[in-house]
């Protein structure tokens, strides 16, 4: 009979212990299910942005002259949009060093965001239809805070549509 009793007294503690185990491993499975859908929300967000920007572009683009403003919609992370041929000269040294440190950044690319850790995987990306040595000559790259509007414009004489 006593040896009953010492088994039920050493069961319930480990039975106790799994439980707490198994609590603890449920609550860090949660936390990365949640954080990976707060990505995929923040990414999803970013790629939202690049597609309507470019469909405003293609829009004053097709119209033979248009000006019209465009609001950033944003991660709160994100403190910089930038407009940059990294070819060429290279006059905004600030924001330049910051696309240049990452390599995650394309030189290929005409658009750039600020910070790359804030966009997921299209920190950069090519933007069709746009005058970039007019939009950076006189700041290349051209940058502009993630809270102010874009003006999207094209004049009747122009081939692309100018950013400012």
Known sequence: ?????????TSIPFGIIFSII???FFIVIAFIAIRFFLDLGQVTEV???YDRLQEKIDTVWRGQSSETSFKMELPKKIEKVCFGNL??????RADHEVIKKDP???????????????TGETPSKILNHINISIIT???NPYCVRSTEDLRIKKDFYDVNVIIQ
Not at 1 to 9: D, L, V
């Open 104 to 118: 995650k950044y394309s030189s290929e690319h005409n658009i750039f965001l600020i910070p790359p850790e804030a």
């Open 1 to 9: 009979m006593n040896n009953k009793r010492g088994q039920h007294t």
């Open 87 to 92: 070819t060429n000269t290279i006059t905004n």
């Open 22 to 24: 198994l609590i603890v």
């Open 137 to 139: 000559q006189d700041r």
């Open 47 to 49: 790629e939202l942005f």
